[in-house]
């Protein structure tokens, strides 16, 4: 499900608390796929924040009616995702 298909879910996603002890764990489980396909894994967290940091960001923007009514008078949210995500991940 769409992050912005939920009432400030993205806000609530970025200021749940996470558990600390389970971290390094945690960090090696979603670096996985990017650690075998070549990166170290520092590299790919830093990858995985710009994604989740952009995903986030967007649907924050999306989700504030001001900000959205805003943007959405400029420009298409389906379309500045995709297109933000592919240049993100073409400049990796």
């Known amino acids: 499900m769409s992050l912005a298909k939920r009432k400030d879910s993205a806000r609530i996603c970025v200021s749940a608390s996470q558990p ?15 650690v075998e396909a070549g990166l170290d894994r520092n590299t790919a967290l ?22 959205r009514l805003h943007l959405e008078a400029m420009v298409d949210f389906d379309e500045v995702f995709e297109s933000g995500l592919q240049a993100l991940v073409r400049g990796f």
């Not at 600390?20 to 796929?33: G, L, S």
Request: aromatic fraction near 6%; hydrophobic fraction near 50%; proline fraction near 3%.
């Open 20 to 34: 600390v002890e389970d971290a390094p764990a945690r960090a090696e489980k979603i670096t996985k796929a990017l």
């Open 46 to 67: 830093s990858r995985l924040a710009a994604v989740m940091s952009f995903t986030l960001g967007l649907a924050c923007y999306e989700q504030s009616e001001a900000v």
